[in-house]
Nanobody, 121 residues
Framework: QVHLVESGGGLVQTGGSLRLSCAAS????????MGWYRQAPGKQRELVADIASGGSTNYADSVKGRFTISRDNAKNTVYLQMNSLKPEDTAVYYCASGGMGISSLYEYDYWGQGTQVTVSS
């Protein structure tokens, strides 16, 4: 079992920044890939970014150049630095963990409870 706890969400104005954190505990040896997803009201959950244990990253086109995913394996924590935020970034952001070679959200094993990010115009 892996337990994921997100933090760092909140309300920010357009153009502002937030840093999300996701701390993992439990059977962390099972974790290779960690990802951030988001879900806005009435929309499907979508990938924001993911990072493998070796450091390779993948970003949604909509956040490239604005968001940065990173991980501290010693602290079992993954981060999402979000800059130049836009109202369309408003959503609940979820952290997820899984094994190697993940290609869709359905392949993740564990999910956090989510943290709300609201960007005002």
């Amino acid at each position: 079992q892996v337990h994921l706890v997100e933090s760092g969400g909140g309300l920010v104005q357009t153009g502002g920044s937030l840093r999300l954190s996701c701390a993992a505990s439990g059977s962390i040896f099972r974790i290779d890939t960690m990802g951030w997803y988001r879900q806005a009201p009435g929309k499907q959950r979508e990938l924001v970014a993911d990072i493998a244990s070796g450091g390779s990253t993948n970003y949604a086109d909509s956040v490239k150049g604005r968001f940065t995913i990173s991980r501290d394996n010693a602290k079992n924590t993954v981060y999402l630095q979000m800059n130049s935020l836009k109202p369309e970034d408003t959503a609940v952001y979820y952290c997820a963990s899984g094994g190697m070679g993940i290609s869709s959200l359905y392949e993740y094993d564990y999910w956090g409870q989510g943290t709300q990010v609201t960007v005002s115009s």
